[in-house]
């Protein structure tokens, strides 16, 4: 069943029932329309007759699709389906089935009433209405039953027709207390995707301040060393060193998302600060080249240089006696721009290469990069390595996607 075919059900239940009410009491289709024949309140009687309960059925089944069962409501309506067919033969010869007719109501009507009470027994949702208003609807069907065959000692079919408007206006307040609760439902859901989405948020800012501060204390122990140490032999030179220091720390902590935009020339400025504290360290074991052809007012995401160029120092040049070259490459086309990071370092094994981007084993900075190019562009960073030879890391950063 699609969703909401229940209030497609209720509103042919309706329509039955306007229908069946039409031809009690004074007979309002006369009323409504003078002259109207003999034979179209008889044809009203049964065709009302015939479909009340199957539509009945169809909307329990609607609104409790676990406890009425299709292929056993389709078994109970395929009978009704043939009596709707004898509608198209004369009143006299259809009239001889009341009696079969009866007997299905009541297989009706038991199934409804066990199924009703199991939902109930399951604590579903507004059961307890629905079987007593199921209840009512079965009084009036058997104070109508017994007026039609004359054993009622009292006319009761304004009680019908009370009785009709009951179960009506029972099961459009449960229809419109449900849609209610579905409306507050989908409210509250829209609110905790919200709060959800911002809750994101911080974390990736959490996350991206974790995974800076990670690789700070054994860096500003060093970096505040080197310092210190050539403070002591040139003072100016100290002095540009601890500028570079603070607006190499300002860079890192300077943010309010990791979805920030910089410019290529500012991250150029933060990996220069970077490689000069290096140097302070190391001297000429490290020698920084950039290759940059492409407009340095270009926006691209913010941090992703600079912890490529200090992967390559410190586990590629720093770990070898001679030291060695880390160069930057940064080119541009019709489609993206392209990054490269290139060490003639101790390079990496191939063992370690393959998980070099896994959550237990890779590095942090790297896999951080990593995750990020892949949820920014769908594709992340590309390593090779050798041996000895050293380690190139490449990525693309599309253009038109922010």
């Known amino acids: 069943m699609e969703k909401k075919t229940e209030f497609l059900f209720f509103a042919i239940l309706c329509l039955l029932i306007a229908l069946r009410t039409s031809i009690w009491g004074e007979i309002p289709l006369r009323l409504i329309i003078p002259g109207s024949p003999v034979n179209a309140g008889v044809f009203l ?16 089944m609607c609104m409790y699709p676990k406890e009425f069962k299709k292929n056993t409501v389709l078994i109970l309506l395929i009978p009704s389906m043939i009596f709707n067919l004898f509608l198209f033969t004369p009143p006299v010869f259809y009239s001889r089935f009341n009696n079969y007719f009866y007997i299905l109501l009541v297989l009706h009507i038991i199934y409804a009433i066990v199924m009703l009470s199991w939902a109930l027994l399951k604590k579903r949702g507004n059961a307890t209405m629905f079987l007593l208003v199921f209840l009512l609807l079965v009084s009036t069907i058997v104070i ?41 439902n989908l409210e509250l859901l829209n609110f905790k995707l919200v709060e959800t989405d911002k809750l994101k948020d911080k974390i990736r800012t959490t996350e991206m301040a974790f995974l800076q501060a990670q690789i700070k204390p054994h860096f500003l122990f060093n970096a505040l060393s080197a310092i210190s140490y050539i403070s002591q032999k040139d003072g100016k030179k100290g002095s540009n060193l601890i500028v570079d220091l603070a607006m190499y720390l300002r860079h890192s902590f300077v943010f309010h998302s990791i979805d920030d935009m910089s410019t290529i020339g500012k991250e150029l400025e933060y990996v220069s600060n970077y490689i000069n504290i290096e140097k302070a360290r190391f001297g000429e074991k490290i020698c920084f080249k950039k ?103 490449s990525f693309k950063i599309l253009k038109g996607i922010k």
């Not at 200090?310 to 019709?334: Q, T, Y």
């Open 45 to 60: 009687n049964y065709f009302t007759g015939y479909n009340l309960l199957p539509f009945v059925l169809l909307f329990l």
């Open 144 to 184: 109508e039953i017994s007026h039609i065959l004359g054993e009622g000692r009292i006319d009761l079919s304004y009680a019908i027709v009370f009785g009709n408007m009951g179960f009506t206006m029972a099961m459009a307040y449960i229809l419109s207390k449900q849609q209610a609760q579905t409306q507050i």
């Open 291 to 393: 290759h940059i052809r492409v407009d340095k007012n270009t926006s691209v995401p913010i941090l992703l240089f600079q912890p490529l160029i200090e992967n390559a120092v410190r586990h590629g040049i720093s770990k070898k006696e001679s030291g060695g070259v880390v160069d930057l490459f940064i080119e541009e086309n019709s489609s993206y721009i392209f990054v490269e990071v290139k060490d003639n370092g101790v390079g990496i094994d191939k063992s370690k290469l393959s998980s070099l981007l896994t959550k237990n084993e890779g590095s942090i900075g790297l896999l951080n990069i990593h995750n990020r190019l892949i949820r920014l562009y769908g594709e992340g960073l590309d390593i090779k390595s050798e041996p000895v030879f050293g380690t190139t890391v």
